[in-house]
């Protein structure tokens, strides 16, 4: 009878094992691309937000090498986490597939399979003309809440998709991204408060993807409207091509973006940056946001103490001035937000000038 009994008691404690693994798996399996979720054991590398501390850990992993780097991934995860998970990847990989076999599609029927370029040609009819593709939508700016102060979605990738509008950081993005999936060439480059595509032409020569505009612009173009000096780009801050890797440590910075708005400057914030620079020393991006957050911390601290000197309000002093020394040192000169909305204003004019004068062409 206790032989019974103790081996009734171990398959009771069996299936209860069981059960317990499948709830566990039932309650984690999700719209994230990361397994984690609360319940699971993880570093905090973010202690206040588990989504946060998810995308940090994904993208760090791909710094790392730890796991294969995506940037379809990454910039996903910049914008699950701002809506704490409210977003579904297997949906964004699903609505991308679906573009990218109408851009396969598009090079085929062109017959320019052949051609390094092929992608860039297809990904710029995508993008500036009305056809089959994008549903006869072409994208354009977004002039409203560009900068996402009112609406920090206004900056996402998934935002336009949906709508086939966006700004300097989103539409470029969105082009990096369709450019990894159908293997095409393509690289994230900084000008002041700005992003655009590179990529090497058939004559091996770099082309520059204008997408506030849907145009091709010269380095000198880009130089002379934004104001650019030579010693930034002497420097690699503006007009430099970004790496893979690069590219991950741009993200993990922006990954702060949302974050401040959500918490503030915080150590988090400080350590995403610190990421970003290890892989990407000239991200301009990340020093400033570091430069940002290292003086509210530093001044936090001091309304707190009362203004007490010790060794924590020293060092919080040192990293703010070693990041301005740095950031002077690059060649770094501000661009205010009204100038860089009369640079788009005037992109905007050129693309209705060109139109007008190619239409006029074709019909005389």
């Not at 399996?29 to 206040?48: D, L, M, R």
């Not at 710094?63 to 940037?71: A, C, F, K, R, W």
């Amino acid at each position: 009878m206790k032989k019974l009994t103790r081996k009734r008691t171990i398959i009771i404690l069996c299936i209860a094992l069981l059960t317990t693994c499948f709830l566990l798996y039932r309650d984690n399996k999700s719209n994230t691309p990361s397994e984690t979720k609360k319940g699971i054991s993880v570093i905090a590398y973010c202690p206040n937000d588990e989504y946060y501390n998810a995308a940090f850990r994904n993208i760090l992993a791909m710094l790392e090498g730890s796991t294969p780097v995506n940037i379809k991934r990454a910039a996903f995860l910049i914008e699950w986490a701002y809506l704490q998970g409210r977003l579904d990847y297997k949906q964004f990989c699903n609505d991308i597939s679906q573009t990218v076999r109408g851009l396969n599609s598009f090079i085929d029927q062109a017959g320019v399979r052949q051609y390094r370029t092929a992608g860039n040609y297809a990904l710029f009819e995508y993008f500036t003309k009305p056809n089959l593709m994008n549903g006869n939508k072409p994208f354009s700016y977004d002039f409203e809440d560009f900068t996402g102060t009112d609406d920090y979605t206004k900056q996402f990738v998934t935002k336009v998709m949906r709508t086939h509008t966006g700004q300097c950081r989103s539409l470029p993005m969105y082009y990096k991204i369709l450019a990894e999936e159908i293997g095409a060439e393509a690289y994230l480059a900084q000008a002041p408060n700005h992003l655009y595509i590179k990529h090497l032409g058939e004559d091996n020569k770099w082309v520059n993807v204008e997408l506030t505009n849907g145009s091709l612009a010269s380095d000198a173009h880009i130089i002379s409207s934004l104001g650019i000096s030579a010693e930034s780009i002497r420097n690699r801050i503006y007009l430099d091509a970004m790496s893979e890797k690069e590219t991950l440590a741009f993200l993990l910075e922006e990954l702060t973006n949302g974050y401040q708005r959500l918490y503030g400057y915080n150590e988090f914030v400080i350590l995403c940056c610190d990421k970003s620079l290890q892989y990407y020393p000239h991200n301009i991006s990340a020093l400033i946001t570091k430069h940002n957050a290292a003086r509210t911390i530093g001044l936090a601290y001091l309304d707190e103490t009362g203004n007490m000197i010790d060794s924590t309000a020293k060092a919080n002093h040192n990293r703010w001035r070693e990041t301005a020394k740095r950031i002077e040192e690059l060649g770094y000169r501000d661009m205010p937000e009204d100038n860089y909305l009369e640079w788009v204003t005037t992109m905007k004019t050129e693309k209705l000038k060109l139109q007008t004068e190619a239409y006029t062409e074709i019909n005389h």
